[in-house]
Nanobody, 127 residues
């Protein structure tokens, strides 16, 4: 079993920045594809970003491309989501997730593809 713990959420004004962190347990973190998802009130969970095992490749949802950056530090068992130019529509609970078996990143955009999930961290962007 893998435990994921998100942190870094909070309240920020539109146009501001925020960095989320997700710390994972275990010694096999570097073998996982790591993704970020979010769920806004009244909406379904949606894909945000995903990063390859090595961190060399990334893939983003069109809604966040150019504004968000996903990265990872395998030595620290941590994946990050740096969010710039935040908009009120970015307000949501953000979840990190781990996929044990590798697959093309463009295919790793469905929540059901992932094996482990964190508890989520709230991000609120005020106008």
């Amino acid at each position: 079993q893998v435990q994921l713990v998100e942190s870094g959420g909070g309240l920020v004004q539109a146009g501001g920045s925020l960095r989320l962190s997700c710390a994972a347990s275990g010694r096999t973190f570097s073998t996982y594809i790591m993704g970020w998802f979010r769920q806004a009130p009244g909406k379904e969970r949606e894909f945000v970003a995903v990063i390859s095992r090595s961190g060399f490749s990334t893939y983003y949802a069109d809604s966040v491309k150019g504004r968000f950056t996903i990265s990872r530090d395998n030595a620290k068992n941590t994946v990050y989501l740096h969010m710039d130019s935040l908009k009120p529509e970015d307000t949501a609970v953000y979840y990190c997730a781990a996929k044990v078996r590798a697959l093309p990143l463009a295919s790793a955009t469905t929540g059901r593809d992932y094996d482990y999930w964190g508890q989520g961290t709230q991000v609120t962007v005020s106008s």
